[in-house]
């Protein structure tokens, strides 16, 4: 049984597991999207998002926190520089995995990890999307929205 247990251990020691997460935090936080295997995607996500969060504030312990991780100047500079600027809005999911298939030499489920706000394809030159609900809207402000549009032409012509 799996009680309480709250981290995925990827069958390594701590310290192995530590230093991997960082690197690929590394990697991820420089070149935007990487691809690895599903658990450790999962794995990673834990370990990143908290330290966007933390780069939103730009302060000296935040810096030396998200250091003490990440154990890279230049990702810590990455990261409280640019990144921090344009997700700055955002309130959380950070990251995006995307499942790839498995990979040929010895089947394991592959996925790409990417930021959310560095891909064009889905984000089209940083624009967001508009909001949607799923509830419908009231009839009553579809009626006074028709009411407006045509007292506007009529009074036009």
Known sequence: ?????????LGRKTAHR????ANMACSLIEHKRINTTVAKAKALRVFVEPLITKSKADTTHNRRI???YLRDKYAVTELFKEIS??????????LRIIKLGNRQGDNAPMAMVELVDYNEIYNPKGTKAKKTTRR???????????EE???????ED
Do not use: C, W
């Open 136 to 146: 419908g809207r009231s009839k009553k402000a579809e009626a006074s929205k028709v």
């Open 85 to 94: 600027q344009k997700v700055a809005d955002r309130p959380g999911g950070y």
């Open 66 to 68: 998200v250091f003490s």
């Open 18 to 21: 530590k230093a991997m997460l």
């Open 149 to 155: 549009t045509s007292t506007e032409e009529k009074s």
């Open 1 to 9: 049984m799996r009680h309480g247990k709250k981290i995925n251990h």
